[in-house]
């Protein structure tokens, strides 16, 4: 319950975080190069992200700069969703505005976590602030391939292992400066049990 409120009120500093920075980008610039992007590129290299690889963001917000420097550092096929239509309509210019380079690949859409087919990807990002969690982790369990490798970033203070289901294994828990970490995850399968 607090847990839940806990990860209401980051998504929520963060989903107005990004509104604003949509309108004064250079401040969040200077965040995102400085200690977002360091974070990502320890995502990358812990999970291994390569050229060949399908990635999708469930929660992808006004500023999908995880997936931008994902799909810009590694080559990877990239697809960030959102729940929000504001926050899909700010993504798609904030991808215009930034993507210098045509081989980038990424593609940003309405979607929702709870019910989007992610049986193509072999890379799943569940980010800070995704609501309907066990919804979420139920369709990934569902969709995703027998052996996808699932980031979900969460909030250090609370243990991974209260909310993340027994379906699945936590690999690996990378932690950050401030207030979060990214917890490695794949799908448990007989052979874990
Ligand atoms: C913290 S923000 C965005 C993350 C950030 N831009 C990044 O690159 O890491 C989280 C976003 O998740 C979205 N969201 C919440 N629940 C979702 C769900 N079930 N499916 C898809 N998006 C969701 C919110 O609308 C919000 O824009």
Known sequence: MVEKLARKLAGLSFIIWEYIS?????????????????????????????KEDKFIQIGCGSMPYTSFI???????????????????????????RYKKNPSTRIRIMFGDGVNHDLSGFDVIMVSLG???????????????????????????????????????????????PFFWESVILSKRLNRDA
């Not at 980008?25 to 990358?44: D, F, G, M, Q, T």
């Not at 590694?74 to 215009?96: M, P, R």
């Open 130 to 176: 995704v609501e309907a969690l066990e919804e979420v982790f139920e369709n990934i369990m569902k969709t995703a391939k027998s052996d996808a490798r699932i980031i979900f970033r969460n909030i250090s203070r609370y243990d991974p292992r209260g909310i993340v289901p027994e379906d699945f294994v936590i690999k690996k828990i990378l932690r950050h």
């Open 70 to 96: 994902i799909a810009e550092l590694t080559g990877a096929d990239v697809v960030g969703i959102d729940v929000d239509l504001v926050a899909v309509k700010n993504a798609k210019k904030y991808v215009q």
């Open 22 to 50: 949509t309108y004064s980008p250079n401040l969040a610039e200077v965040v995102i190069n400085n200690y977002s992007e360091p974070v990502i590129r320890k995502e990358i290299d812990v999970v291994k992200i390569k």
